[in-house]
C-alpha cells in the first residue's frame, strides 16, 4: 500500500509568478507562466489569446480555472463554438475520475450548442466531433467513451499532422483509455512515441511535457519520463499541477530532495491562488501525500508530523465537482503511513478511523490496526480488525463498488499473512505474501516484496530476505526501509562489502537530516568502526 505519494517560506513564494491579490487573474498569466499553446480558432480576434489560455490550463489539469476562461470567451464571442468545446473538456478529468450522469448532461449540453454554432473550419468540427464521442447520448461505459474519443483523436492526429495540439490531446487519450493491468504497456508507449515527437519540437508544450509524465510513471518506464520532469514545472510555473507533477518521477526513481522541493512548490503555489479565489485548493492534500511519502524515506519524520497536525488544524475544503474528501483522505492515510514506514506496531494497531469516513477510508485505517496488532503479537485485536475489514469489503461489493472491494482483497491477505506468522503458521504466511509479491511483478508495483522480506527476516532467512528486498529495490529505489533491510540481511548472511554498501546508501540518502531512528543510528555507527 505504498503511495507516490527545504526551501524557505520566501523561497516558496518566488517559485509562483507574482499575481494580484483579487479579481479576475486569468489575464495576468503569460505564456511563461502557463506554457507555450498554438490553437488557432476562427473566433473573434479579441478571444483569441484568452482560448489559448484556457487551453494551456486544461493541459495543466487546472480544470476550474480553464472552464471559467472558456466562458467568459463564450460570454466576450457569442458565436465562438470552440468556446462551449472547451467548457466540456473541462468537464472531464480524463486521468482523475469518470464524470457521474449530470456532469454527462452538462457536458453533452455543451457540446450541442458548439455544434449549433457551426463552426467555420473542418479542423474544429472535428474537435468538437470528437468530444460528441464522449458525451454521446447512452448508457454506455466510461471505458467504451473514453475510447471512442480516443479513437476519435487519433484520426485527427493522422488528419493534421502540423496540430501540436490535437497530438498532445490524441497522447491524453491514449492513457484515459488505457485497460486494466496492461503489464505491456502498449498504449503508455504509444502514447509516449507520439509525444516525444512534439517534446523534441515544442519543449515550452505544458501538455506534452505533462502528458509525457503520466507516460511514464510506472517503474519500468520512469527513467524516461526524466527529461519532461525536468521542465514541466518550469514551463509553467503558475500552476499547481505543473509544480507537482514532476515528483511523480521523482517519487518513482527515489529522488527524495527533488521530490520534497516540487511538492513544497505546489503546495504553496496552491494556497497563494486558493487565496485570490481561484479554483483547486484541494489539490494540495495530493501533493502533501507526496511529501510524507518523501519525508519517511530521507529521515525527515519531524516534518511529517509537522504536516498532520497542520490537516488537522484546516478546516474542511468542498470544491464543485469534487466528491472525494482529500481531508478526510489525509487524516487517514498519513498517520498509518508515518506508524507503518516507522515500524511503529504499537501506533499502527491503536489508529481509529476519521470521523464520517468513507468505508474505504476506514479499510485503509482497519488494515494498518491489524498489521500493527499482528506484528506486536496481539492476535487478538489482529482478527477483529481483519472481521471488521471483511464487513467493509461486504458492505463494498455490496454497493457495487468493485475497485474499491477488490483493493482490500490483498489488504486482507497481508494482514492474514502477519496473523499467520504471529500464530507460528510461516509457511502459510510466506506463501501468501509471495502470491502478492507474484501478482506485483506483473503489474509494475513494489512493496510486497519488501513485507516479505521483513517477513524472512524475522524468520532467520536473510539470503532470501536479501532477495526480496533487492527485488523490491529494483522498482522503488531509496527507499528507507528497503535500504535498511537489505543491509541488515546482508549483514546476518555474512556478506559484509554489500551490507556496507548499503547502509553507506541509507545514510546518504537521508543525508542532512536530524532523524533519531535506530535504524539510521546503527548504520552510521557500524560505517564509523570501518
Known amino acids: 500500500m505504498k503511495t507516490f505519494k527545504l526551501l524557505s517560506l520566501t523561497s516558496l513564494i518566488l517559485c509562483v509568478p507574482l499575481l494580484a491579490d483579487e479579481g479576475h487573474h486569468h489575464d495576468e498569466m503569460t505564456v511563461q507562466q502557463l506554457g507555450t499553446v498554438h490553437f488557432p480558432v476562427s473566433c473573434a480576434a479579441s478571444v483569441q489569446k484568452p482560448f489559448e489560455r484556457g487551453v494551456a490550463l486544461l493541459h495543466s489539469f487546472w480544470y476550474e480555472e480553464a472552464k471559467k476562461e472558456f466562458e467568459q470567451v463564450a460570454k466576450d464571442d457569442p458565436s465562438c463554438a470552440m468556446a462551449h468545446w472547451g467548457v466540456a473538456m473541462s468537464l472531464w478529468h480524463q486521468l482523475w475520475n469518470e464524470p457521474d450522469a449530470a456532469t454527462l448532461k452538462t457536458g453533452r449540453k455543451e457540446i450541442k450548442k458548439a455544434k449549433s454554432l457551426h463552426p467555420e473550419t473542418d479542423r474544429e468540427r472535428n474537435y468538437i466531433a470528437a468530444a ?127 521530490d520534497i522541493d516540487s511538492n513544497l512548490a505546489s503546495v504553496a503555489a496552491t494556497r497563494k491562488t486558493a487565496a485570490m479565489h481561484m479554483g483547486g485548493e484541494s489539490h494540495q492534500f495530493h501533493a502533501m501525500d507526496f511529501l510524507v511519502y518523501a519525508y519517511l524515506q530521507s529521515g525527515r519524520e519531524a516534518e511529517v508530523k509537522r504536516i498532520i497536525d497542520e490537516v488537522k488544524a484546516m478546516a474542511p475544503i468542498k470544491e464543485e465537482g469534487m466528491d472525494f474528501d482529500g481531508r478526510a483522505y489525509s487524516l487517514t492515510w498519513f498517520p498509518v503511513t508515518e506508524a507503518l514506514e516507522l515500524h511503529h506496531w504499537s501506533e499502527a494497531a491503536a489508529l481509529e478511523p476519521v470521523p464520517d469516513a468513507k468505508p474505504a477510508m476506514r479499510g485503509i485505517t482497519y488494515w494498518a490496526r491489524a498489521i500493527g496488532a499482528a506484528r506486536s503479537n496481539d492476535l487478538q485485536a489482529a482478527r477483529k480488525d481483519v472481521e471488521e475489514l471483511e464487513a467493509i469489503q461486504k458492505a463494498l461489493q455490496s454497493d457495487h463498488n468493485k475497485y474499491e472491494a477488490e483493493s482490500i482483497t490483498d489488504s486482507l491477505q497481508q494482514a492474514r499473512a502477519w496473523i499467520a506468522h504471529a500464530e507460528g503458521n510461516d509457511q502459510h504466511a510466506v506463501e501468501m505474501l509471495r502470491t502478492l509479491a507474484e501478482k506485483e511483478d506483473a503489474s509494475g508495483a513494489s512493496g510486497n516484496h519488501e513485507m516479505l522480506g521483513d517477513l524472512l527476516l524475522e524468520m532467520n532467512r536473510p539470503d532470501q530476505a536479501l532477495t526480496e528486498y533487492e527485488a523490491d529495490l529494483k522498482t522503488a529505489p531509496n527507499r528507507f526501509n528497503g535500504l535498511y533491510g537489505s543491509a541488515r540481511a546482508a549483514e546476518m548472511a555474512d556478506k559484509s562489502e554489500k551490507a556496507n554498501s548499503y547502509y553507506a546508501q541509507l545514510v546518504k540518502v537521508c543525508d542532512g537530516s536530524n532523524s533519531d531512528r535506530p535504524e539510521l543510528s546503527r548504520a552510521k555507527a557500524l560505517l564509523a568502526q570501518k
Open 132 to 258: 460528441d464521442k464522449f458525451y454521446a447520448k447512452g448508457k454506455h461505459e466510461h471505458r467504451a467513451r473514453a475510447e471512442a474519443y480516443s479513437k476519435a483523436m487519433e484520426t485527427m492526429y493522422q488528419r493534421y499532422p502540423d496540430d501540436r495540439e490535437a497530438a498532445a490531446f490524441y497522447g491524453l487519450s491514449l492513457l484515459a483509455s488505457e485497460p486494466e493491468k496492461d503489464k505491456d504497456f502498449v498504449k503508455r508507449k504509444k502514447a509516449g512515441s507520439v509525444l516525444e515527437k512534439v517534446f523534441a519540437e515544442e519543449p515550452d508544450h505544458p501538455g506534452v511535457a505533462h502528458y509525457l509524465i503520466h507516460s511514464y510513471d510506472t517503474p519500468q518506464l520512469a527513467a524516461l519520463g526524466l527529461p519532461a520532469a525536468r521542465r514541466y514545472a518550469k514551463i509553467a510555473p503558475a500552476a499547481p499541477h505543473a509544480l507537482h507533477m514532476p515528483s511523480h518521477i521523482f517519487a518513482r526513481l527515489g529522488l527524495w530532495q527533488d
